[in-house]
């Protein structure tokens, strides 16, 4: 036991010390910066370019696979949104795909398999992340459909990976920021870009100013779309202003009907377009099925021992996945096991 507390010791040394060295060689920066654009929409960060890495602190505010088709082959992604806190009022999204369409540039089944590893887990301690984990992200920035993203610059080189820090588990969800409709839509139901206030110029207003934030919509009613895993619907308030709504992969739009009636939105502002001044929604990953807010509560406070796939519920589903892998390890030096 002492020994595997020295080996524990020594591995967290190690972390910090890389985490100091990485910290001396990468530009420390904010959510808000990162975000920045011009009056066209097009990212302002001087690192879009340059081979620099950025560090920014947050909270993370989604599990990738309730985002992103992380087991969909070449097709595979991973995606989280870290989200600023206090005065950094904005969110980066932290992105990485299998196949970025050259064949130089492919990850194999175990690379993308231990990469997924790597960013989903801390490595000074083997902690697994999960939404509300205070964490440090530190890599390359890339402007992509209206928005600036920490990823690997499509490319499988080592030295373009990002690394993600835990600062404080379980720190908690940022609280939903209040929005209504036409504080991100005109008269004519269009998109307000970006507005500032002529009296108060630290006063913001537009779409961009929630660009990667949590937000939450009250009152309004599903106007339009198809109810389901990764699907699009529509939104409508009493005004008649409408906004896009995304939806997730989780499994609560399987589990669960559409909610119907007056409705509260809580989801991720997100923004996918080539013009850089519209395509904007609001994603929500997954539903809890509670038929009066569309939002996620599940696992926010933990998973139940026996809720092996983390759907908040202990039933006929877990014993499935704990049948599928009855007597197989993860430890290679039991030979009485069946390896996976």
């Not at 377009?273 to 519209?278: V, Y």
Request: charged share 25%; net charge negative.
């Amino acid at each position: 036991m002492k020994g595997r507390r020295n080996i524990m010791g020594k591995r967290r040394l190690f972390c910090f010390i890389i985490m100091m060295i990485f910290a001396t060689i990468c530009s420390a920066d904010t959510h808000r910066s990162l975000q920045a654009v011009d009056e066209f929409g097009e990212g302002t960060h001087p690192y879009l370019s340059p081979a620099t890495k950025v560090t920014v602190e947050g909270i993370i505010l989604n599990r990738s696979e309730y985002m992103v088709n992380i087991a969909d082959g070449n097709a595979s992604q991973w995606q989280i949104y870290i989200q600023g806190e206090d005065s950094d009022h904005a969110g980066t999204a932290v992105y990485m795909r299998k196949n970025y369409f050259d064949p130089l540039k492919i990850y194999t089944d175990q690379q993308w398999a231990d990469e997924l590893f790597r960013i989903s887990n801390d490595p000074c301690g083997n902690y697994e992340f999960r939404p509300g984990d205070r964490v440090k992200v530190t890599g390359l920035l890339k402007f992509y459909n209206g928005k600036t993203n920490i990823n690997e610059r499509h490319s499988i080189n080592p030295d373009y990976d990002f690394t993600i820090d835990l600062v404080d588990p379980a720190a908690g969800l940022p609280e939903p920021e209040l929005i209504t409709l036409d504080m991100v839509k005109d008269s004519s139901d269009d998109f307000i870009f970006n507005t500032v206030d002529e009296q108060n110029p630290s006063t913001w207003n537009g779409c961009e100013w929630y660009q990667g934030i949590l937000v939450r919509v009250n009152d309004v009613n599903i106007s339009a779309g198809t109810w389901g895993m990764d699907n699009e619907l529509t939104i409508k308030d009493s005004s008649g202003l409408t906004f896009p709504l995304k939806l997730g992969r989780g499994p609560g739009f399987s589990k669960f009907p559409q909610p119907t009636g007056q409705i509260d939105v809580i989801g991720i502002f997100d923004q996918e377009s080539q013009d850089w001044t519209i395509g904007y929604r609001i994603w929500v990953v997954n539903y809890d099925g509670n038929e009066s807010v569309l939002t996620d509560n599940c696992g926010l406070n933990g998973y139940l021992a026996g809720d092996i796939n983390k759907d908040c519920v202990v039933d006929l589903g877990d014993f499935a996945a704990l049948s599928e892998n009855w007597l197989k390890c993860s430890n290679l030096s039991y030979d009485e096991c069946t390896i996976p």
